[in-house]
């Protein structure tokens, strides 16, 4: 693999859950120093920034400019503080309007749990779900991002350009920063090696067929045929378009896995999502694979191959007859 250009510094942080860790990128100019992502508001790693911060000769007042790639604590979730040392925090609007949501209205942590009140689960189940979404509060810092990142547009890091790619799916307004002289691209974790990257089916998300507009981000992503790709987790991948098309081809398999559990009776997600994916141990990890469910029943109602149907306080989905 192509060793990454002397501009670029990744810092890996830990995370108290999940992933394990997360990579922040110093981006180093002749004119100033950036850094895309932030890693939580977690004291392990905010002492881990800025020790490798340090080992580079750095300090947080240093850094002029903050890119998140999206909105989720262990990407930006130190944004406040450094703003706060002096840096430009910016990100998607769409993104922004999801944080604002996130923290101005705990108290629909319980529809959150199930998906906005749309969706029967166990009470036992929502119970569990809703008492996380304060934890996952408390590792990211409230703030207003000072810009918005619009697609395409060249974000100037310190003198060096990144050009914004619009990346839906993942979350809304997710982005990647592609710098094609050096043929690199930070995916945040639009890509990530290893894992194929979780749908966000969050309230503000339903009936936009999120899924669908990853796979096309994935086939815009995948023109940067030979190019680096240095994701939110993980090590660099080596070439973006042959990880995305490996996405690309799990996600079209777990379509044709949702499907194939669909009859021509009603079912709600949650009990399409245990057939589908099967049994997880970890309460966070069944909502997880129920929102990647509903991310794979909505994709299938567009295509014409499901259909919704609306029930007395839930929605369920059964196979489309054409498609049988």
Same mark, same amino acid.
């Given at each position: 693999?192509?060793?990454?250009?002397g501009?670029? @510094?990744?810092?890996?942080?830990?995370?108290p859950?999940?992933?394990?860790?997360?990579?922040?990128?110093?981006?180093r100019?002749?004119?100033?120093?950036g850094?895309?992502?932030?890693?939580?508001?977690?004291v392990? *790693?905010?002492? @881990?920034?800025?020790?490798?911060? &340090?080992?580079?000769?750095?300090?947080?007042?240093?850094?002029?400019?903050?890119?998140?790639?999206?909105?989720?604590?262990d990407h930006c979730?130190?944004?406040?503080?450094?703003?706060?040392?002096?840096a430009?925090?910016?990100?998607?609007?769409?993104d922004?309007?999801s944080?604002?949501?996130?923290?101005?209205?705990?108290?629909?942590d319980?529809?959150?749990?199930?998906?906005?009140?749309k969706h029967?689960?166990?009470?036992?189940?929502a119970?569990?779900?809703?008492?996380?979404?304060p934890?996952?509060?408390?590792?990211q810092?409230?703030?207003?991002?000072?810009?918005?990142?619009? &697609?395409?547009? +060249?974000?100037?890091? /310190?003198g060096?350009?990144?050009?914004v790619?619009h990346?839906?799916?993942?979350?809304r307004?997710?982005v990647?920063?592609?710098?094609?002289?050096?043929?690199v691209v930070?995916?945040? %974790?639009?890509?990530?090696p290893g894992?194929?990257t979780?749908v966000?089916m969050r309230?503000?998300?339903?009936?936009? &067929?999120?899924?669908g507009?990853?796979?096309e981000?994935?086939?815009?992503?995948?023109e940067?045929?030979?190019?680096?790709?240095? /994701?939110g987790?993980?090590a660099?991948?080596?070439?973006?378009?042959?990880?995305? %098309?490996? +996405?690309i081809r799990h996600?079209r398999?777990?379509i @044709?896995?949702?499907?194939?559990?669909l009859g021509?009776?009603p079912r709600?997600?949650?009990?399409?999502?245990?057939?589908?994916? /099967?049994?997880?141990?970890?309460?966070?990890a069944?909502?997880l694979?129920? *929102?990647q469910t509903? /991310?794979y029943?909505?994709?299938l +109602?567009?295509?014409?191959?499901?259909?919704q149907v609306?029930q007395?306080g839930?929605?369920?989905?059964?196979?489309?007859a054409a %498609?049988g």
């Amino acid at each position: 693999m192509r060793s990454l250009p002397g501009w670029l @510094e990744p810092i890996t942080l830990p995370m108290p859950a999940t992933l394990g860790a997360v990579n922040a990128y110093v981006v180093r100019g002749p004119r100033g120093v950036g850094i895309v992502d932030t890693g939580m508001d977690d004291v392990n *790693s905010r002492a @881990e920034l800025e020790a490798g911060l &340090d080992r580079l000769g750095l300090a947080m007042g240093d850094i002029d400019i903050v890119v998140g790639t999206h909105y989720h604590p262990d990407h930006c979730g130190l944004g406040r503080t450094l703003q706060l040392a002096g840096a430009r925090v910016l990100m998607s609007e769409q993104d922004a309007e999801s944080l604002a949501m996130f923290f101005a209205h705990p108290e629909a942590d319980r529809e959150r749990a199930t998906f906005h009140g749309k969706h029967e689960v166990p009470e036992q189940f929502a119970d569990r779900v809703t008492s996380m979404f304060p934890f996952f509060r408390s590792l990211q810092e409230r703030f207003e991002p000072d810009g918005f990142l619009s &697609d395409r547009e +060249v974000v100037d890091m /310190g003198g060096v350009g990144l050009e914004v790619i619009h990346t839906p799916g993942h979350t809304r307004g997710h982005v990647c920063l592609a710098r094609r002289d050096d043929k690199v691209v930070l995916t945040g %974790d639009h890509l990530i090696p290893g894992e194929a990257t979780h749908v966000s089916m969050r309230e503000e998300a339903q009936g936009t &067929d999120p899924l669908g507009r990853f796979l096309e981000s994935l086939e815009r992503v995948g023109e940067l045929d030979g190019f680096t790709g240095c /994701g939110g987790h993980g090590a660099p991948m080596g070439d973006v378009s042959e990880r995305a %098309d490996q +996405v690309i081809r799990h996600h079209r398999a777990r379509i @044709e896995r949702v499907r194939g559990v669909l009859g021509d009776r009603p079912r709600t997600a949650y009990d399409l999502a245990l057939e589908a994916m /099967g049994p997880r141990n970890k309460v966070f990890a069944r909502w997880l694979a129920m *929102s990647q469910t509903l /991310g794979y029943l909505e994709h299938l +109602v567009a295509l014409g191959r499901a259909i919704q149907v609306e029930q007395p306080g839930t929605i369920a989905f059964r196979a489309a007859a054409a %498609d049988g």
